[in-house]
């Protein structure tokens, strides 16, 4: 870990000595935190019906986004903070790689993602509140380091932006379909005006 990386792990993690209400707020998120942003997604399902299309991709996208963290994560290899012997541990975790962070990835991505979306955007600043929360939570109670959140958060930006780009394109070839079946009639129509004169 680098020393700045260090150095912000030092100044938010809850240390030897936590203060006890920040250590139930922590725990309470990091445990629970990936529970609430599930259910602001059911929430937005329940009430957004119009958006159900758009939501099973965020669902899709929010699987693929874990299976890539976890990936990346056994690739890099980097030990979670308590195992590295920064802090204690204040929360039961196995010794698993720590970068990026798949709480962080996935609920930043969830987050992002109904932000592209008016009708998503109010259950969107609450997903990205949670994530927020629960960022500084799995640092607080030592199962990540900043550096761990942050990348994660990178990883969510870059694949919400594939997102956009794939449901722009998708948008593209259905106006095209459209305006080709519409276009189809009035040949037919032309075509046999031709023949008859």
Known sequence: MNATNTALLQWIAAGDDPNSWALLAGSVFALWGSALCAAAVLWAGWHARAERPYLAAVVVGAALASLLSHLIAAWLNMPRPFVAGLVPAYIVHGPSAALPSTHATVMFFIGFAFMLRAALRPVGA??????????????YVGVHSPIDIAAGMALAASLTGVLALLEVRLAALMAARLVARRSRPGELANDAEWRAS
């Open 126 to 139: 609450v997903v990205l509140v949670l994530a927020a929360l629960t960022g500084w939570a799995r640092i």
